[in-house]
């Protein structure tokens, strides 16, 4: 079993930074691609930032030079580095992990959502 555990999430106002931080534990053999999302009240979920264990990244238009995405691939560690926050980022961001367990099966795993707040 493979789980993600997220935090970092909370208040903050407009302008101001959040991190948030993702750690895949379990029966991991490896890690493709780690990646971030967000859902906003009575949207989709949608793609914020993702990152490959070789470390291409892709953004979110909205989100571009904005946010940093990182990975620490000995600790099986993501990051979400959000900086110059607005409003409409507040949404529920859940980490996401495309995994290889120690039986060669691949998993697609979600973390449990961190709630991020903007305030105007």
């Known amino acids: 079993q493979v789980q993600l555990v997220e935090s970092g999430g909370g208040l903050v106002q407009a302008g101001g930074s959040l991190r948030l931080s993702c750690a895949a534990s379990?029966?991991?053999?490896?890690?493709?691609?780690m990646g971030w999302y967000c859902q906003a009240p009575g949207k989709e979920r949608e793609m914020v930032a993702t990152?490959?264990?070789?470390?291409?990244?892709n953004y979110a238009d909205s989100v571009k030079g904005r946010f940093t995405i990182s990975r620490d691939n000995a600790k099986n560690t993501v990051y979400l580095q959000m900086n110059s926050l607005k409003p409409e980022d507040t949404a529920v961001y859940y980490c996401n992990a495309h995994v290889r367990n120690m039986w060669y099966r691949y998993l697609e795993v979600w973390g449990q959502g961190s709630l991020v707040t903007v305030s105007s």
């Open positions: 379990g029966s991991i053999r490896s890690i493709d691609v």
């Open positions: 990152i490959t264990g070789g470390g291409t990244i």
